[in-house]
């Protein structure tokens, strides 16, 4: 089991919905990452939170919207997504962040959009 | 520009072979951070090691082990006597000292199959 704990495991929605996936740790690391990855691809970056203020958006469509209640929980609030949008979306932590420290990957949620 | 090739989309190899996983890198910068990470079918990606620019020591921890040469920009990695769990996509990924983010440049990944 992985010390990042990623909820849904599996996702299916249609265009017009609206979801959000979750991510938690209690590691007490302070920095937070969602990544996009598709098939046969290495992992993207869309965002990185650090001392839970947003400090990296990779230019992500709006569709596609972070929030970090506190340091253990990072969402990413879904909308009127596209198809090319399924994925599987990792979520990831580090202690302070930085170039230096290396990140500790949850299981993911595999996204399908219909 | 920075960059990581993983010039190995794909390797198969037979229970207990030695495979050795290319990773070669670009950067400007004199301090960086290099990274291997496992992904397994289950999807999670998992932490191997990291390694700074300025520690070219090779490195081993049980049948992993790790080959660092500035003078080439490689940093490979080898698993001797390969298991069938060893089947998984190893990333290799790049981290500068300028980017105060921690911005991860992934490889393409080299997809391993080990076979019985």
């Known amino acids: 089991d992985t010390e990042v704990t990623q909820t849904p495991k599996h996702l299916v929605m249609g265009m017009t919905n609206k979801k959000s996936l979750k991510c938690e740790q209690h590691?007490?690391?302070?920095?937070m990452y969602w990544y996009k990855q598709k098939a046969k691809k290495p992992p993207e970056l869309m965002f990185v939170?650090?001392?839970?203020?947003?400090?990296i958006n990779e230019s992500v469509p709006s569709r596609f919207s972070p929030e970090c209640p506190n340091s253990s929980l990072l969402n990413l609030h879904l909308h009127a997504l596209q198809p090319e949008d399924s994925a599987l979306y990792l979520c990831?932590?580090?202690?302070?962040?930085?170039?230096?420290?290396?990140?500790?990957f949850g299981d993911g949620t595999r996204l399908s959009i219909l | 520009a920075q960059k990581v090739t993983q010039a190995q989309t794909e390797i198969s190899v037979v229970e207990k072979e030695d495979v050795t996983l290319d990773c070669v890198y670009e950067?400007?910068?004199?301090?960086?951070?290099l990274f291997w990470y496992k992904q397994p079918p289950s999807g999670e990606l998992v932490f191997l090691i990291r390694?700074?620019?300025?520690?070219?020591q090779n490195e081993i921890s049980g049948r992993y082990s790790w080959n660092f040469q500035k003078s080439t920009s490689s940093f490979n990695f080898t698993i001797t006597a390969s298991q069938v769990v060893d089947s998984a996509v190893y990333f290799c990924?790049?981290?500068?000292?300028?980017?105060?983010?921690?911005?991860?440049?992934f490889g393409q990944g080299t997809e391993l199959s080990v076979k019985p």
């Open positions: 590691m007490g690391h302070r920095a």
């Open positions: 950067t400007r910068d004199t301090t960086y951070y």
């Open positions: 990831a932590s580090s202690p302070r962040g930085g170039e230096r420290q290396p990140q500790h």
């Open positions: 990924a790049l981290s500068e000292a300028y980017n105060q983010g921690g911005k991860l440049i």
């Open positions: 939170y650090s001392y839970e203020k947003l400090s």
């Open positions: 390694r700074n620019s300025f520690d070219e």
